[in-house]
């Protein structure tokens, strides 16, 4: 997909991140714990300088973020977020397809959580080639063979 590009996320982009978490994720997070805004911005902020965020771009507009980490023997999605408005339009599809291609490169598997909720995003990664291995009381936890 040659309209999206991946890049790096700067501090001007903490609120446009937040955004795109409230708008793809807020139902989710209202169904297990209820949408706390006040502590949802202070997670935000925890995570905005504390993970490698990347902002995403289609036709040269900012709809998405995606975080990753390494571990010795994983690559870790930890956040994945589409504005609903560009969702279903492989957008999702193809930023995975980067991360494993790279998680191939390194002989890695990915793992990542998901809520229990979030059937759409269970259904996403299973689609992708994605197995639940584990739960927590709200997530299943996922891994690439």
Known sequence: MEELHIRKAYVSDSEFVFTVKKTAFQE????VWGWDESYQRELHHRRFTTQDLRIIQFCGT????????????????????ILPEYQGRGIGSACMARVLDDASLRQKPVVLQVLKVNTRGIVFYQRLGFTIVGETTTHFLMKTA
């Open 28 to 31: 989710y997070v209202e169904q």
């Open 62 to 81: 900012d709809v998405g973020f995606l975080a990753t980490s390494r571990t010795r023997a994983t690559l870790k999605v930890n956040q994945l977020y």
